[in-house]
């Protein structure tokens, strides 16, 4: 039975371990990793192919500082339709989607520069298929979409580092949209900084026709957006990742401990028979190490089958692809385990083989009777069922064992109480980042040309079901202090009903007011209160901050307010990206209410959607991670008190003989058994459940700081009353889970058997 225990403790330490150190390694500098992988390219630039020919193109391979490149690939920016009620997409045939630039490319580019990952499908085999680019778009395999007179099918999803394009297709398919451009990807000896990536970038551009060059994308702004991703994840892994060791390295101590302590009378027959100290030391540690030895080997794949799904989401978040766990963490992890069996069976197997032949063979197997009398004694007082009594004063007998199993126990409630916080408040900032689109209905507009606003507004006012609506319009300006464009969202009507989440101050009540994200405080060195200037087309507008609100978007470089605060800045020259946010009355069948303003809508390039909301990829893999690593926490705590109430039941044998003997029912002695780790477990559970608040208090906000945001107060502050007694008991439940085992085997352990067992 030890030998059954240390094995499973070790293949669920090894198991746990894996993934733990695993994600720790894939959470360092994930970019960098997937970059290197794919061979990423440091820039893709966009050429006229009226201006410079492919021939132009491939000599610049041989400007100053390029490595390496890949092209030059004929591109398309084109608009596609709906054509079928697709997978993905969800929409009607006959729906514009935004402009997307489709690159030909022969293959995916393995070993070349900006290797293509397949996320799903495959890559085109002939005409008029198409592999989209797989960056959270409702776009899926089977779609068809109509690129003009020409149907295309998504055959699949694939991936670039990079972000080189919005779609793949094969050159042939490409030249039969008519193709304007041509793309060329460069990787440099040196591109580590933005003024190394422009100097590049003029080399690249003196070596064509003048103004061949449309534009040029770094790789450093993609590695801005994964490597923020990456240090949000980074707190709550580092977080689980000691937590999963430290519990692994007591549990393993707790076992083989035990383990070899509770074999000192073999010891002394071992010693009679003529065993020198040192081969009992070696004999014992090599106990230890062979069913350890199998749970390792059976933890390295069971922690790898773990890891993967996990990786995967974690992967998917950081917008890298499927991270791999390193070879070197399955062959390092096992070992380490190994080190710490042997470290921890050497020390009690040094004693034993210390003690003198006689002392360990008078050792006999029942705890002293002196140890733990007194408050026995005390218990027995009290107005308890005797076998409830005679539990609760077990851990007196061992105070050292007791506490191993209270420190487990009080580790696993942390690691719940941690996990279902962090759940909750990854949960609340899900729900708050959804404020940014309110409504149940929203319809967006088309472009600037077709879009007859009036008609829209008669429109939405004439459906049936409509309660209120605002719009919201986006566009781009200056805010002195900033370096680059910053984003403006205007809303126009009563938006009160549409507020993004406030962190602090209040949302804006009229023209003149605005309220910014925490990171645009933060890149301005401004505070509420303070009054920005917004610059467009030589016009200035001045607003006062009087809100900070939780949106991620554009990096922090936002602006949210009344049309008419700028009212004045022929904002309309920007990009003018636009929405109509609904709120209909309750029963309103939203699909029907949607697929009526699309109708109106459709002919002028826009577009109505149910609002679902959004479901972030970094909140799923934040819930997967947690749950996963919280899971096998409490896994590893369990078999901690599985092994201590081994130990324990078997060492008392001859005692629960003699209780059984004085009539004490099977029923009575599972009683027991579970009450003498029910007080441990309740103590150990009010330990660690305000230890798993403060990690939580301590982790969230750092999260929130490498996020660009602050969190407010209800996301942080989620653990309630009824929460709180539920993981009060947590510790109470793991320890009686994992003696249930132990209790069992002791009812079921006949009379005459314990009575003869010394």
């Known amino acids: 039975m030890k030998r059954v225990v240390v094995a499973l403790t070790t293949l669920l330490t090894v198991t746990a371990s894996v993934l733990a150190v695993g994600l720790l390694v894939a959470s360092s500098a994930p970019f960098a990793r997937a970059f290197d992988r794919q061979r990423g390219a440091h820039l893709a630039a966009q050429f006229d192919a009226a201006k410079v020919s492919a021939t132009q193109l491939a000599a610049t391979a041989h400007a100053t500082g390029v490595t390496a490149t890949a092209g030059p690939f004929a591109t398309v920016t084109v608009r596609p339709r709906t054509a079928t009620h697709g997978q993905g997409l969800g929409l009607p045939p006959g729906i514009d989607l935004p402009p997307t630039t489709v690159v030909g490319r022969p293959d995916l580019g393995t070993g070349g520069v900006d290797a293509l990952e397949v996320v799903a499908g495959r890559w085109p085999t002939g005409p008029n298929e198409i592999v989209w680019a797989a960056d959270g778009s409702p776009i899926d395999v089977g779609d068809e979409l109509d690129f003009g007179a020409t149907r295309m099918k998504i055959v699949g999803t694939a991936r670039s580092i990079g972000r080189t394009a919005q779609a793949w297709a094969l ?198 009777l002196g140890r733990g009398r007194r408050a026995r004694q005390l218990l027995g007082r009290l107005p308890l069922p005797r076998p409830v009594s005679l539990g609760l004063g077990t851990p007196f007998s061992r105070p050292g064992r007791s506490a191993t199993i209270a420190a487990a126990v009080a580790l696993g409630a942390l690691g719940v109480t941690f996990g279902a916080g962090l759940a909750l408040s990854v949960g609340g900032v899900q729900t708050a980042l959804n404020r940014r689109d309110a409504g149940d209905v929203i319809v967006y507009s088309g472009p600037p040309g077709n879009w007859d606003a009036a ?56 023209p003149g007011e605005a309220v910014v994200p925490t990171a645009f405080l933060d890149r301005a060195g401004t505070k509420i209160g303070d009054t920005v200037t917004i610059t467009n087309a030589g016009r200035t507008a001045t607003v006062r901050i009087v809100g900070e609100v939780m949106d991620l978007s554009s990096n922090g470089q936002r602006i949210v307010t009344d049309a008419g605060s700028v009212a004045g800045l022929r904002l309309d020259s920007g990009r003018g990206e636009g929405a109509y946010h609904i709120d209909v009355a309750d029963g309103t069948d939203l699909a029907a209410y949607a697929a ?23 909140v799923v893999a934040m819930d997967t991670l947690a749950g996963t690593l919280t899971l096998l926490l409490v896994a590893v705590a369990g078999l901690g008190v599985l092994n201590t109430v081994v130990l324990d039941t078997r060492e008392r044998v001859h005692e629960l003989g003699v209780f ?48 660009g945001t602050r969190f407010p107060a209800h996301i942080l502050h989620v653990y309630h009353p009824p929460l709180l007694a539920a993981l009060a008991l947590g510790g109470l439940a793991i320890a009686l889970a994992g003696a249930l085992l132990p209790a069992g085997w002791a009812a079921r352990t006949g009379t005459a058997r314990a009575l003869r067992t010394e």
């Open 596 to 618: 009526a303003l699309s109708k109106v809508v459709q002919d002028q390039g826009g577009e109505a959607d149910v609002n679902v909301g959004e479901i972030s990829g970094t």
């Open 660 to 707: 059984k003997a004085l009539g004490m029912a099977p029923r009575q002695t599972v009683a027991m058994v579970l009450t003498s780790v029910a007080g441990i477990g309740l103590l150990a559970g009010l330990v660690g459940v305000p230890a798993g608040i403060a990690v939580h208090d301590w982790i969230l906000p750092r999260m929130g700081h490498a996020a």
């Open 455 to 510: 008609a829209v507004e008669a429109a939405i006012k004439a459906q049936a079901g409509t309660v209120r609506y605002f719009q919201s319009n986006e566009f781009d300006a200056t805010v002195a202090n900033l370096t680059g464009t910053t984003e403006v969202v205007t809303f126009t009507g009563d938006a009160s009903w549409g507020t993004y989440e406030v962190i602090a101050g209040r949302w804006f009540a009229g």
């Open 171 to 368: 050159p042939d398919t490409v030249a039969a949209l008519h193709p304007t451009g041509l793309q060329m990807l460069y990787r440099f000896a040196d591109a580590g900084t933005d003024a190394a990536i422009n100097a590049d970038r003029a080399a690249i551009a003196a070596a064509v026709p003048p103004d061949a060059l449309q534009g040029a994308a770094s790789y450093l702004s993609v590695k801005a957006d994964a490597e923020k991703v990456a240090g949000t994840f980074a707190p709550f892994v580092v977080a689980f990742g000691v937590l999963g060791l430290a519990m692994s390295v007591l549990i393993i101590g707790i076992v083989v401990s035990g383990s070899v302590s509770s074999a000192t009378r073999r010891i002394g027959i071992l010693k009679a028979l003529g065993h020198t100290p040192a081969q009992v030391v070696r004999i014992y540690v090599r106990q230890a190490l062979v069913p350890a030895a199998v749970g390792a080997v059976l933890g390295i794949p069971l922690g790898n089958l773990a890891a993967l799904p996990v990786l995967k989401e974690e992967g998917d978040a950081f917008g890298t692809g499927t991270v791999h766990l390193d070879w070197w963490v399955s062959a390092a992890v096992p070992l380490a385990v190994l080190a710490i069996v042997a470290a921890t069976a050497f020390g009690p197997a040094l004693r034993a083989g210390r003690l003198r032949t006689i002392d360990a063979l008078a050792v006999g197997r029942t705890p002293s």
